[in-house]
């Protein structure tokens, strides 16, 4: 199994930026993908950006895309999310995502992954 940690999560005003961490543990040599993905109270949880590793292959949710960066270090099994011209819209739980097993390209979905951490708030206020 594998382990994360998230952090980074915080209050900031709109238009700010954050940086969230994850850090894995455990059986990461068997991390073909991970994701960030968010959710906010009684929604679902959607896929902000993900990331296929052996190609560094990634996917944005169109929310996403232009703001928000998907990064990894592999020599510290750290998952990075770096998020720019934040939205009141986006403050939500921010939790990162691993699937053990196979996968070959980025994933969309949250039920493909079946690790989570504990997640980090994320508060954008107007």
């Known amino acids: 199994q594998v382990q994360l940690v998230e952090s980074g999560g915080g209050s900031v005003q709109a238009g700010g930026s954050l940086r969230l961490s994850c850090a894995a543990s455990?059986?990461?040599?068997?991390?073909?993908?991970m994701a960030w993905v968010r959710q906010v109270r009684g929604k679902e949880r959607e896929v902000v950006a993900s990331?296929?590793?052996?190609?560094?292959?990634?996917y944005y949710a169109d929310f996403a895309k232009g703001r928000f960066t998907i990064s990894q270090d592999l020599r510290n099994n750290t998952l990075y999310l770096q998020m720019t011209g934040l939205k009141s819209e986006d403050s939500a739980t921010y939790y990162c995502?691993?699937?053990?097993?196979?996968?070959?390209?980025?994933?969309?979905?949250?039920?493909?992954?079946?690790?989570w951490g504990q997640g980090t708030q994320v508060t954008v206020s107007s």
């Open positions: 455990g059986f990461t040599y068997s991390v073909n993908c």
């Open positions: 990331m296929y590793r052996a190609a560094q292959s990634t």
């Open positions: 995502a691993a699937r053990d097993g196979y996968c070959s390209v980025p994933l969309k979905t949250s039920r493909d992954f079946p690790s």
